[in-house]
C-alpha cells in the first residue's frame, strides 16, 4: 500500500511537468508531512516549537524542487529529480556575518567556501545545498544573488554542498539553473519547514529508502543556559541492513523485496550486481539496496545555535554530528561525503571578515564565548536532533520513481510501527 501511494504522488508531479512543486517553505502554504513522532518513534530531549532548524531565531530555510519527465535516462533531457535547498543564517534582510566551525567526517564529497571558515571562523555567506555536479551553479548563483541585495563586500566565499542524487535525477545533464537558486534563496522563511522529497534532498536515498531534507531542534533548560540548537540535514548514505531506529535495526525485520523498476527496458536494467532488475510487485515493498555500489551516498549536516560560541567551539559541535549518524547506523563509508558545518547567530557584529564595509577597522570586538564545561548539554542536543532529522527525512519522504523507471520505496510506516512496538519501543 506504501508503495501504491508513492506511484498516485509521483503521477500527481508529472502532470505538473517542469514546474517546480514545493519552492516555498513556509508551513502556512503546504499541506502538514508525518514526521517520526507523528509515528511514535520516541527521541531524548526536548525539541523547540517547530523542532526545526528554523527554531533558532533569524535563521530562515528556502526550497526549490525541480520534477519533470520519465522514462530512459536522457543526459541533458532527463528525468530530472533535484533541487536547491537554501539556509541563511540571519534571513533574506540579514547582512552581519556568523561564526562557524566545519569537520569532515568523510570527505568524497564537496562543500565550498571551507577554506576561509577554517582560517577564520567567519561565514559571510549564505549555504546552499544542491546535488554534486550542480554546485559550481548554485556557488555562482550565490554570488549573483548576493550582488543583488547590495550585500557588503569586495566578494565572498559562498558556501555550497551536494549530494549526488543518482540514480533518480539525471545529475550529469545539470538542470539547476542560476534562478532555481534564486528561487530558494528568494523563499526562504521561518517557521515549520517541509522535509523528504524537497529542495536539494529531492533526488536522495537515505539508508536504503527514500531520503532527502531532514530537520529537527533541542530547547536547552533554564539550568544549561536555555539556549537553542537546530539541526538540517540532506541525507543521501547507507544501506537498509545498517539503519537504526529507536535504536533497532528495522529493516532486518521487514519484509522487502529486492531493488525493483517500475516499467522493464530493452535490454533491461542490471542492478550494482551485474544481473537484470525485477519489475516492482505492487504489493510488496522494496529496497534501494543494490541500486548503487555499497557507501556511495553522502550526508550534509547544518547545525545552528544562538549560543555564543567561538569557531573553536562550533567545530567542536560539528564534530559531534558524527554521533548522532552513528545512532542511526551511520559508518561513514569510503565512497560517502558526511560533511558538516556549525554556526551561532550569537555575537552579532563581532567580525565580518571579507564582508566588513571599512576597510581594516581598527576595532577591538567584545565577543561572548561560553565556558567550555558548559558545552556538554549542546553536544548531546547536536547529537540527539541529527538522529532525529535523519529519521524525520526517512518518514516524510515518499516513494520515487526516476530516471530508467528506478524506483526508491518510501520506509513503510505500517511496519516500522510494527516492530518498534513489538520491541516495546513505540510510544503510540
Not at 499541506?31 to 518513534?41: E, F
Not at 523542532?51 to 528525468?79: F, H, M, Q, R, W
Not at 564595509?357 to 558545552?375: D, E, G, H, M, T
Request: hydrophobic share 40%.
Amino acid at each position: 500500500m506504501q508503495l501504491m501511494r508513492g506511484y498516485a504522488f509521483l503521477f500527481v508531479m508529472l502532470i505538473l511537468g517542469s514546474s517546480p512543486l514545493l519552492a516555498q517553505s513556509d508551513a502556512g502554504q503546504v499541506k502538514p508531512q508525518p514526521r517520526a513522532r507523528d509515528l511514535g518513534i520516541p527521541f531524548d530531549g526536548t525539541p523547540g516549537p517547530f523542532n526545526a532548524i528554523t527554531d533558532v531565531k533569524g535563521v530562515e530555510v528556502g526550497y526549490k524542487t525541480l520534477i519533470s519527465g520519465e522514462g530512459k535516462l536522457v543526459i541533458g533531457k532527463g528525468p530530472v529529480r533535484t533541487g536547491v535547498t537554501a539556509i541563511l543564517p540571519r534571513g533574506k534582510k540579514g547582512t552581519q556575518s556568523v561564526f562557524a566551525g566545519f569537520y569532515a567526517g568523510n570527505g568524497n564529497g564537496d562543500m565550498t567556501g571551507t577554506h576561509w571558515i577554517d582560517e577564520s571562523g567567519v561565514l559571510e555567506t549564505p549555504i546552499l545545498i544542491t546535488n554534486t555536479l550542480s554546485v559550481g551553479v548554485v556557488r555562482d548563483a550565490a554570488i549573483a544573488w548576493m550582488t543583488q541585495q547590495n550585500r557588503p563586500g569586495d566578494f565572498w566565499y559562498p558556501v555550497a554542498a551536494e549530494t549526488a542524487d543518482v540514480p533518480l535525477n539525471d545529475i550529469k545533464g545539470q538542470h539547476v539553473r542560476t534562478q532555481d537558486a534564486w528561487d530558494a534563496l528568494n523563499s526562504a522563511a521561518g517557521g515549520s519547514i517541509l522535509e523528504g522529497n524537497v529542495g536539494g534532498g529531492t533526488g536522495m536515498i537515505c539508508n536504503g529508502f527514500k531520503g532527502g531534507t531532514g530537520t529537527s531542534s533541542r530547547k536547552l533548560d533554564a539550568a544549561s543556559g536555555g539556549f537553542t540548537v537546530g539541526v538540517l540535514v540532506q541525507c543521501n548514505y547507507g544501506g537498509s541492513q545498517q539503519l537504526r531506529i529507536a535504536g533497532i535495526p528495522v529493516a532486518r525485520e521487514m519484509k522487502l523485496q529486492r531493488p525493483c523498476v517500475e516499467k522493464q527496458m530493452s535490454p533491461p536494467i542490471e542492478g550494482w550486481g551485474g544481473t537484470p532488475v525485477p519489475v516492482c510487485d505492487p504489493k510488496t515493498v522494496s529496497t534501494a539496496d543494490g541500486i548503487r555500489p555499497p557507501e556511495e551516498g553522502s550526508i550534509i549536516v547544518i547545525v545552528a545555535t544562538d549560543a555564543p560560541l567561538s569557531p573553536d567551539q562550533l567545530k567542536r559541535l560539528a564534530r559531534r554530528v558524527p554521533l548522532g549518524l552513528g545512532r542511526a547506523g551511520s559508518i561513514e563509508g569510503d565512497e560517502s561525503g558526511d560533511i558538516f558545518l556549525a554556526f551561532s547567530t550569537a555575537n552579532a557584529g563581532a567580525d565580518e571578515g571579507n564582508s566588513s564595509q571599512n576597510y581594516f577597522p581598527l576595532k577591538i570586538a567584545s565577543v561572548q564565548r561560553l565556558a567550555s564545561w558548559y558545552l556538554d548539554p549542546i553536544f548531546q542536543a547536536v547529537t540527539q536532533a541529527t538522529e532525529e532529522a535523519v529519521d524525520n527525512a526517512l518518514v516524510a519522504a515518499k516513494t520515487m520513481t526516476g530516471a530508467d523507471y528506478w524506483v526508491v520505496p518510501a520506509l513503510p510506516h505500517d511496519q516500522l510501527k510494527e516492530i518498534l512496538r513489538k520491541h516495546n519501543v513505540l510510544k503510540q
